[in-house]
């Protein structure tokens, strides 16, 4: 399984929520039943099991991101900066994968998907929030 290919489409349907204010669990049904993707069955279990911890425990991602971000608001943030930063912060604090992997592969979905200091923004935010959690 991708991993890699499976936080992208997930990063897709957090953006897709974001843009239309629709919850991500109900944003991963309508992606589901469009089903453009390739993607394997370990792949969509994983983008399931996200979306879903991501709807369920998106006061606290939400609440982490805005204690952590400095010099911004959370509403004043873009939308793929914003999505980027919600997997990651999901994935860090109820996951069970090494931080560093989750900020590598999250830098690198800003660096294809933000403007120039995108990546930069998100690696300073996500440094914070790995830093509180390790205390």
Same mark, same amino acid.
């Given at each position: 399984? *991708?991993? #890699? %290919? !499976?936080?992208?489409?997930?990063?897709?349907? /957090?953006?897709?929520?974001?843009? =239309?204010? /629709?919850r991500?669990? @109900?944003?991963?049904?309508?992606?589901?039943? #469009?089903?453009?993707?390739?993607?394997n =069955?370990?792949e969509?279990?994983? &983008?399931?099991?996200y *979306?879903?911890?991501? !709807?369920?425990?998106?006061e606290?991602v939400?609440?982490?991101?805005k204690?952590?971000?400095?010099?911004?608001s959370?509403? #004043?943030?873009?939308?793929?900066?914003? !999505?980027?930063?919600k997997? !990651?912060?999901? $994935?860090?604090l109820?996951?069970? %994968?090494p931080? @560093? &992997?989750?900020v590598?592969?999250?830098?690198?979905?800003?660096?294809?998907?933000g403007? $120039?200091? *995108?990546?930069?923004?998100?690696?300073?935010?996500l440094a914070? &929030? %790995?830093?509180?959690?390790?205390?």
């Amino acid at each position: 399984m *991708s991993r #890699r %290919v !499976a936080r992208e489409e997930l990063f897709k349907i /957090v953006f897709e929520s974001e843009l =239309t204010e /629709v919850r991500i669990d @109900e944003t991963l049904t309508n992606y589901m039943l #469009r089903d453009e993707t390739n993607l394997n =069955t370990n792949e969509k279990e994983f &983008i399931e099991k996200y *979306s879903k911890g991501m !709807a369920l425990n998106d006061e606290k991602v939400t609440e982490t991101l805005k204690e952590n971000i400095t010099g911004w608001s959370l509403e #004043r943030i873009g939308n793929v900066e914003k !999505a980027l930063l919600k997997i !990651a912060t999901y $994935e860090i604090l109820f996951e069970d %994968v090494p931080a @560093e &992997i989750v900020v590598n592969e999250v830098v690198e979905l800003a660096k294809k998907y933000g403007d $120039e200091k *995108s990546h930069e923004f998100i690696n300073g935010v996500l440094a914070k &929030i %790995v830093v509180e959690k390790n205390r």
